[in-house]
C-alpha cells in the first residue's frame, strides 16, 4: 500500500508530493540517491570521496520511495531548491534553535540540516533571547553523611490552600503539613512537631522569603 505524502510544515509553506517529486528531478544529487533507493546500492561504499552521496550511503536502509518522493524513515528528504523555504517555515515564530530542530525531526531531512537551523537561529537577533542562557555556574549542594543533616523547607499553594513541605536532602524522606495560615509562628509550631519527633537539623534551608522571617 502505497501512503500519500503531503508535507505541511506551516500554513504559507504549501509543499505536496508533486512539488517535492517535481524538484528531486532538478537535484543531480538527489536524482541519483533516487536512482540507487529505485535499482539498489552499490554493496561497498565507494562514496568516501564523494560528500555529496556518501550521507545518504550510510542512511541507505532508511531510504524509501514514497509518491517518487525520498523519505528517511517517516521525514521527507528536501531537495535544495526547497530547504530555504522549509527553513523559513521552521524558522516562523522564532521557536529558537530546540524547537526548531524537534519540528524538523518530525518531517523533514537533508545532510547537515541540524547545521542550517542553527545558523539560522545564531543569525536572528529575536530566536537569540529565545536561547539565551545564563552564565550562572549551578553549585550542586554537598551530599550530606547523614539523616536530618540538612533540612530544605518551602511553601506549596493548590486550591488556594497552602501546605508546608519538608524534606531531609539525606533520606528524601517527605513532611506536607497543611497550614492555615503561613506566619513565622505557625511555621514555627509545624517545625517543632517535626523536630520533636526526629531531633533538630544542623542546617535548616529555606529561599529566605517572609514566611521563614522569625520576626514576623
Same mark, same amino acid.
Given at each position: 500500500?502505497?501512503?500519500?505524502?503531503?508535507?505541511?510544515?506551516?500554513?504559507?509553506?504549501?509543499?505536496?508530493?508533486?512539488?517535492?517529486?517535481?524538484?528531486?528531478?532538478?537535484?543531480?544529487?538527489?536524482?541519483?540517491?533516487?536512482?540507487?533507493?529505485?535499482?539498489?546500492?552499490?554493496?561497498?561504499?565507494?562514496?568516501?570521496?564523494?560528500?555529496?552521496?556518501?550521507?545518504?550511503?550510510?542512511?541507505?536502509?532508511?531510504?524509501?520511495?514514497?509518491?517518487?518522493?525520498?523519505?528517511?524513515?517517516?521525514?521527507?528528504?528536501?531537495?535544495?531548491?526547497?530547504?530555504?523555504?522549509?527553513?523559513?517555515?521552521?524558522?516562523?515564530?522564532?521557536?529558537? /534553535?530546540?524547537?526548531?530542530?524537534?519540528?524538523?525531526? $518530525?518531517?523533514?531531512?537533508?545532510?547537515? %540540516?541540524?547545521? !542550517?537551523?542553527? @545558523?539560522?537561529?545564531?543569525?536572528?537577533?529575536?530566536?537569540?533571547?529565545?536561547?539565551?542562557?545564563?552564565?550562572?555556574?549551578?553549585?550542586?549542594?554537598?551530599?550530606?553523611?547523614?539523616?536530618?543533616?540538612?533540612?530544605?523547607?518551602?511553601?506549596?499553594?493548590?486550591?488556594?490552600?497552602?501546605?508546608?513541605?519538608?524534606?531531609?536532602?539525606?533520606?528524601?524522606?517527605?513532611?506536607?503539613?497543611?497550614?492555615?495560615?503561613?506566619?513565622?509562628?505557625?511555621? /514555627?509550631?509545624?517545625?517543632?512537631?517535626?523536630?520533636? $519527633?526526629?531531633?533538630?537539623?544542623?542546617? %535548616?534551608?529555606? !529561599?529566605?522569603? @517572609?514566611?521563614?522571617?522569625?520576626?514576623?
Amino acid at each position: 500500500m502505497v501512503c500519500p505524502v503531503n508535507v505541511k510544515i506551516a500554513t504559507p509553506v504549501p509543499l505536496t508530493s508533486p512539488k517535492i517529486a517535481s524538484e528531486i528531478c532538478n537535484d543531480y544529487v538527489l536524482e541519483q540517491v533516487f536512482k540507487y533507493v529505485h535499482l539498489g546500492w552499490p554493496t561497498e561504499d565507494k562514496f568516501k570521496d564523494n560528500p555529496a552521496i556518501h550521507p545518504y550511503f550510510k542512511l541507505r536502509d532508511s531510504i524509501t520511495i514514497v509518491n517518487k518522493c525520498l523519505m528517511f524513515s517517516t521525514r521527507v528528504i528536501i531537495p535544495c531548491t526547497l530547504q530555504k523555504e522549509v527553513l523559513k517555515a521552521l524558522h516562523e515564530g522564532h521557536p529558537g /534553535i530546540v524547537r526548531s530542530k524537534l519540528l524538523a525531526k $518530525m518531517y523533514v531531512w537533508w545532510p547537515f %540540516l541540524g547545521v !542550517d537551523l542553527t @545558523q539560522m537561529s545564531s543569525s536572528c537577533s529575536i530566536c537569540a533571547l529565545v536561547n539565551y542562557k545564563s552564565e550562572k555556574v549551578f553549585i550542586p549542594w554537598p551530599q550530606p553523611k547523614g539523616p536530618f543533616e540538612r533540612v530544605h523547607i518551602d511553601f506549596y499553594e493548590k486550591r488556594s490552600k497552602s501546605y508546608l513541605i519538608v524534606c531531609d536532602s539525606f533520606s528524601k524522606w517527605l513532611h506536607v503539613a497543611y497550614m492555615p495560615t503561613t506566619t513565622a509562628s505557625q511555621l /514555627i509550631i509545624e517545625l517543632m512537631s517535626v523536630f520533636a $519527633m526526629f531531633g533538630p537539623p544542623k542546617y %535548616l534551608v529555606s !529561599d529566605n522569603g @517572609q514566611p521563614f522571617d522569625l520576626n514576623d
